[in-house]
């Protein structure tokens, strides 16, 4: 018996990152917990998660779960909740959290904490609201808690070392009236935009699509970093795929560096990136926004000074 | 074809928000209203697969009869009809306004339920799923792309997700939320807008759809801004910016 069930995200069998997140909340919010582990040929997963201190680990392990849809994942969460009997059921806010954990709770009776940014004195919870232009406290009034973690605000759980038992669990999914019919995987040799250690991206300055890329990828490439660009960019230049957009309707980032190029700094991409550990902002507009949160700001033309600024990066290590 | 359309009413996204003085609330004197812009696009699909597919589309609201502007925007767009479920917007959650909206499901038995992915207010993302588990009804959120098959059986969605694009088929009746890639929202025509004064929006309250329960399951406790992040300094050359990369921020 568990205080909290962790429902582990997991993308062809490698654990994503924002679960650790959710651990971290999970010890934060303490009293214990387990994992859930779902998908096809998943043991990986459950590998990953030994030593974190889970009570137990629950691996629902079936080809009905090869490709995800939103009721056998809704089925097995519930399922493990009862296995577990846990107060609070957390798993990450990313699209894959956010589509599922209101059917668990709709299932369950429970009230859902949605994106999670940290707890509040007297069993509260804290969460944006209006782009992040707000921070509500809210209280759950139901005997369960469904949290979705917005992982970017927790740091990632360390090892605590142990082993967590391994205990499968059958899930009857039931008639599901959704099909799984492709996935169009974002072809890129570039870490993920939620999971990279840099971030670098681009805004309207960049005059179009082809230049856009001209200009950031070989920023990319000496960072080894993921790109990002703001809302403008993905709704106007084809050539730039909407899953790149960091903002409060896109990706939310929280990267040791962030570079934001030619990004005049809309409330709109800040709530997507302003908690990045270092950001660094090059504009040539000496009143953009962006410059109110960057921690070193340069003045100048993106297309002569991001060159430039490859070249000494490159000197200087 | 029948095919609802969740809409809601919200400061204008554009506005700079403020707290009222006791923190209670968020200041909504003199502030702007309009359609929740996910909201938008949810009915912009709908009207035009219901243009493909000889389909109505039906507009569903909740709050005061303050909100009877934003829905009369909706109909202009096309909707043929609104439903305003009379209740104070102060009190509702996630939870009761999926109730309320699976209730008016049930009175209107359509094809497709349409919300947008999330209300840019409180940012929940989880009426649209909500709705789809108390109806037990298949779902497809962050739509980028709807076909619906030629005999208005199969919904085929293409979902804007983390890594990708999932492409999902539903059988009908199902739930869609709108992501803003799914379309560019038409504008409504003046002719429209002098119509949609005559189009009907009726009126039901909570008595009418069976809700008994009102309890709020997430509630409200205070707001705060958040701590503004200290800005930084500008720096004068890319060699003093690498320089304190390498040197003060460590991020080299």
Redesign the interface.
Known sequence: MANILIVAEQ?GGELKKGTLAAVQLANQLGGGFDVLVVGSGVGGVATALQGYGAGKIYVADDAVFGN????PF?AATVAAAEASGAKFIVSTA???G??????V???IG??????CVGLAEGG?FKR???????????????ERVVISVRASEFDNASPVGGESPIEALSVDVGD???????????ESERP?L?EADVVVSGGRGLKDGPTFWNVMNPLADVFSAAVGAT?AV??SWDEVP??MQVG??G?VVAP??YVAVAISGAIQHLAGM?NS????AINKD?EAPI??????????DAFQ?VP??IE??KA?? | MKILVAFKRV?DPDA??K?TADRSG?DTDSVEYKANPFCENALEEALQIAEEHDGEVVLVSAGGPDIDKTIRAGLALGAERAIRVEIEDTVL???LA?RVFAAVYKEEEPDIFFFGKQA????????G??V???LG??????A?EVVIDDDGEVA?VT?????????????LP?VITAD??LNTPRFAKLPDIMKAGRKTIDVMDLDDLDIEDT????????????SA?Q?????G???E??????NE?R??
Request: hydrophobic share 45%; proline share 2%.
């Open positions: 993308s995800y849809l939103a009721q809704k990313g699209t894959f956010k589509d599922f954990l209101p059917r709770a709709g299932a429970a009230g859902m904490v949605a994106d509260l944006p609201m209006y782009a992040g232009n707000i921070i509500a406290t809210v209280k759950a009034n139901t599901v009236a959704a099909r799984f019919v492709s996935f169009d995987a974002t993920e939620t809302r993905v709704d909407n899953d409060q309707t990706k040791k560096l302003k550990k270092t950001i660094v000496a410059f109110q949160v960057a921690d070193y700001g340069l003045v100048a000074a430039e600024f000494k990066v200087a290590r | 400061i700079r928000i707290l968020v959650d996630s939870d999926a840019i207010d409180s940012d929940n993302n989880q009426c799923q909500l789809a588990e108390y009804l298949p779902q497809a959120c962050f980028s085929t979902r804007e997700v983390d890594g990708g694009l999932e492409t999902i088929a539903l059988t199902a803003l890639r309890a709020l399951k997430i509630e409200l406790v205070s707001l705060e801004e958040p992040r800005a930084g300094v500008k720096v050359s890319i060699d910016l690498v320089d304190k990369l390498k921020a991020a080299l």
